[in-house]
């Protein structure tokens, strides 16, 4: 279940919750943050909506939308389940694994549900701008109970 759900159905932010009982976890939001590695500006965004007919079509809307003064070196962009790295509009642009296990609801929809994480190394620019990115997307199997 998303984090979301808790807030829409109950008004309980989860996050910020387990934040306030864990000292070594730092609260961002709920949908959106901006994280900076000195000048490096990297756009959190859980994303929306249903899927699109391509993997990047809703990661390129999305940029399209960012005010040019806010718009970041790296965008990482999660509810979709799924993974693609691309640069568009001088922005690189990952689309984010899920850690979770696929839900019931995915798995009657037809969804995907690519478990796994982006590890990312970057070399930037005084200004932050990446000269390099060298991303490698590890996937997580799936654990299956064999019964003899």
């Not at 979709?80 to 009657?108: K, N, S």
């Not at 990115?133 to 996937?139: A, G, N, R």
Request: contains cysteine.
């Amino acid at each position: 279940m998303h984090d979301f759900t808790h807030m829409r159905n109950g008004g309980c932010d989860i996050g910020r919750m387990i934040s306030k009982e864990r000292d070594d976890i730092i609260y961002l939001g709920p949908d959106l943050a901006d994280v900076k590695i000195g000048k490096l500006k990297i756009r959190l965004f859980h994303g929306a909506g249903g899927k699109a007919y391509s993997k990047g079509y809703k990661m390129q809307r999305y940029i399209e939308t960012i005010p040019e003064n806010e718009k970041p070196n790296i965008c990482l962009m999660g509810h979709f389940h799924d993974a693609f790295f691309m640069e568009y509009q001088g922005i690189q642009a990952f689309q984010v694994p899920a850690l979770i296990d696929q839900t019931p609801f995915a798995r009657r929809s037809g969804l995907p549900n690519l478990k796994g994480c982006w590890w990312v190394d970057v070399n930037y620019d005084l200004k932050g701008n990446p000269v390099t990115v060298s991303p490698v997307l590890e996937t997580f199997g799936e654990k299956r109970l064999v019964r003899k």
